[in-house]
T-cell receptor
Framework: EPEVTQTPSHQVTQMGQEVILRCVPI?????FYWYRQILGQKVEFLVS????????KSEIFDDQFSVERPDGSNFTLKIRSTKLEDSAMYFC??????????FGPGTRLTVL | AQSVTQLDSQVPVFEEAPVELRCNYS??????LFWYVQYPNQGLQLLLK??????LVKSINGFEAEFNKSQTSFHLRKPSVHISDTAEYFC??????????????FGTGTQLKVEL
């Protein structure tokens, strides 16, 4: 069964550094998403992406964040200058028809 | 904006007992409803979903949920739990009419702990 994959599984970085989280969505899916889950809190929507542009973003998704689909298979989330409060589990999800989203295993980001 | 309430943060239950995990959402003309399960140190797995049609939806591992529009609820039930059902369960909702890719709004999760 096709799956969403994410790399790396765990990323440790210093405050102020740039990080890129990578996702490979399910191959025939057209809608892509990033969510995050701060430890002990609920899963929060960050951004949705369709047809090579952002379709919706939350207030969390400020100028420090960007997304890109650099080729036909990868979908990336870049955090330009990480803060301590960016420490969280980041989930990528994809959807074929804008209805049902399938999630990857997540990347745990630790900012020191 | 949509919101989801999962009143029970933890539900302990003995193996083979029935369980109900409650989920209520804020009212909307139309909704898509989902239950996701997160096993320890793993990602979110889709358990079941309601998009339209029959209000009772079932998963392959014995869980079921019923969409109740009048009570704005989507409670998850299982008649007999197994130790392997121990996990965190998240209820989520999206609004198909808002467009923008139908972002999911999640509840705070319910930790189901099955004991022997």
């Amino acid at each position: 069964e096709p799956e969403v994959t994410q790399t790396p599984s765990h990323q440790v970085t210093q405050m102020g550094q740039e990080v890129i989280l990578r996702c490979v969505p399910i191959s025939n899916h057209l809608y892509f998403y990033w969510y995050r889950q701060i430890l002990g809190q609920k899963v929060e929507f960050l951004v949705s992406f369709y047809n090579n542009e952002i379709s919706e973003k939350s207030e969390i998704f400020d100028d420090q964040f960007s997304v890109e689909r650099p080729d036909g298979s990868n979908f990336t989330l870049k955090i330009r200058s990480t803060k301590l409060e960016d420490s969280a589990m980041y989930f990528c999800a994809s959807s074929e028809t804008e209805r049902t989203q399938y999630f990857g295993p997540g990347t745990r980001l630790t900012v020191l | 904006a949509q919101s989801v309430t999962q009143l029970d943060s933890q539900v302990p239950v003995f193996e083979e007992a029935p369980v109900e995990l409650r989920c209520n959402y804020s009212s909307s003309v139309s909704v898509y409803l989902f239950w996701y399960v997160q096993y320890p140190n793993q990602g979110l797995q889709l358990l079941l979903k309601y998009l339209s049609g029959s209000t009772l939806v079932k998963s392959i591992n014995g869980f079921e949920a019923e969409f109740n529009k009048s009570q704005t609820s989507f409670h998850l039930r299982k008649p007999s739990v197994h130790i392997s059902d121990t996990a965190e369960y998240f209820c989520a909702v999206s609004d198909p009419l808002t467009g923008g890719g139908n972002k999911l709004t999640f509840g705070t999760g319910t930790q189901l702990k099955v004991e022997l």
